[in-house]
């Protein structure tokens, strides 16, 4: 695992950006993993922003998310497919046909997941997944005690990552109790991967995925488990280490 830290979030936010950027100027039909959540807001940004300098096209690219609410329509305003046409999709020159993120409208939840699973083995796997973490280390929806095999399928949200991702909803009651995640397994497949981690709040579980056992309790120190695995942190982030 590479550890890589910034003395700014922006620095860090940049570095992540540059290097998805980097992968799709390697590999023009690379297939990306793709988060949301508010870590990755500025990762878009900047992504579409260094998209447009340098002149690169997407339009060969395929994209696989982590996650998606289960419950939520596509046009839900608080989905995740919402988040990435209004941040990424509809900014640069991806084909939205070649974009996915499972389904949350489905009726059976048990097939999407299959389904998914199969439509990432179809287009060759994934090369970069990106990631975030959550305060309780979780890593898509893939809470604490997750198998670390685990593989698409539904979680049960905590209640601490329901109210973190509160402010995306107008009630707090009104964010989803459940959610289809990539499992860790999934997750693991992936050529590369990188983490992004910015501020205090995460510095807990930073430490705990990059210095603790493998444990389910900490479902992001599956990470360590994986041949090409970058963290990037800004300092206060980082803060936590030994
Ligand atoms: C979202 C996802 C989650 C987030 C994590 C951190 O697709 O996979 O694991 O990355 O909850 O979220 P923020 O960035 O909002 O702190």
Same mark, same amino acid.
């Given at each position: 695992?590479?550890?890589?830290?910034?003395?700014?979030?922006?620095?860090?936010?940049?570095?992540?950006?540059?290097?998805?950027?980097?992968?799709?100027?390697?590999?023009?039909?690379?297939?990306?993993?793709?988060?949301?959540?508010?870590?990755?807001?500025?990762?878009?940004?900047?992504?579409?922003?260094?998209?447009?300098?340098?002149?690169?096209?997407?339009?060969?690219?395929? &994209?696989?998310?982590?996650?998606?609410?289960?419950? *939520?329509?596509?046009?839900?305003?608080?989905?995740? =497919?919402?988040?990435?046409?209004?941040?990424?999709?509809?900014?640069?020159?991806?084909?939205?046909?070649?974009?996915?993120?499972?389904?949350?409208?489905?009726?059976?939840?048990?097939?999407?997941?299959?389904?998914?699973?199969?439509?990432?083995?179809?287009?060759?796997?994934?090369?970069?997944?990106?990631?975030?973490?959550?305060?309780?280390? =979780?890593?898509?929806?893939?809470?604490?005690?997750?198998? *670390?095999? &685990?593989?698409?399928?539904?979680?049960?949200?905590?209640?601490?990552?329901?109210?973190?991702?509160?402010?995306?909803?107008?009630?707090?009651? =009104?964010?989803?109790?459940?959610?289809?995640?990539?499992?860790?397994?999934?997750?693991?497949?992936?050529?590369?991967?990188?983490?992004?981690?910015?501020?205090?709040?995460?510095?807990?579980?930073?430490?705990?995925?990059?210095?603790?056992?493998?444990?389910?309790?900490?479902?992001?120190?599956?990470?360590?488990? =994986?041949?090409?695995?970058?963290?990037?942190?800004?300092?206060?982030?980082?803060?936590?280490?030994?």
């Amino acid at each position: 695992m590479k550890v890589l830290i910034f003395p700014t979030a922006s620095e860090a936010i940049a570095s992540v950006a540059d290097r998805v950027l980097d992968e799709v100027k390697r590999k023009a039909s690379a297939v990306l993993g793709l988060a949301t959540g508010g870590t990755m807001e500025a990762v878009y940004d900047r992504l579409v922003l260094r998209a447009q300098v340098d002149d690169v096209s997407f339009a060969n690219v395929k &994209s696989f998310n982590l996650d998606e609410y289960w419950g *939520l329509p596509p046009d839900h305003p608080a989905s995740y =497919h919402t988040y990435m046409r209004e941040r990424l999709f509809e900014r640069i020159d991806i084909k939205l046909a070649n974009t996915r993120l499972p389904r949350g409208d489905r009726t059976d939840a048990a097939a999407e997941c299959r389904a998914y699973e199969a439509a990432i083995a179809n287009a060759g796997g994934i090369d970069l997944q990106l990631l975030g973490i959550g305060r309780n280390g =979780h890593i898509g929806f893939n809470e604490p005690t997750s198998s *670390l095999a &685990s593989r698409t399928r539904v979680k049960t949200l905590t209640e601490a990552t329901r109210q973190a991702n509160a402010a995306f909803f107008d009630r707090p009651e =009104h964010v989803p109790p459940c959610a289809l995640t990539m499992g860790i397994g999934t997750i693991l497949d992936a050529r590369a991967c990188v983490l992004l981690a910015i501020g205090s709040a995460k510095s807990a579980a930073v430490a705990k995925a990059i210095e603790g056992p493998v444990a389910a309790t900490c479902p992001a120190s599956a990470l360590q488990l =994986h041949g090409d695995m970058t963290m990037v942190l800004d300092r206060e982030a980082a803060v936590g280490l030994t």
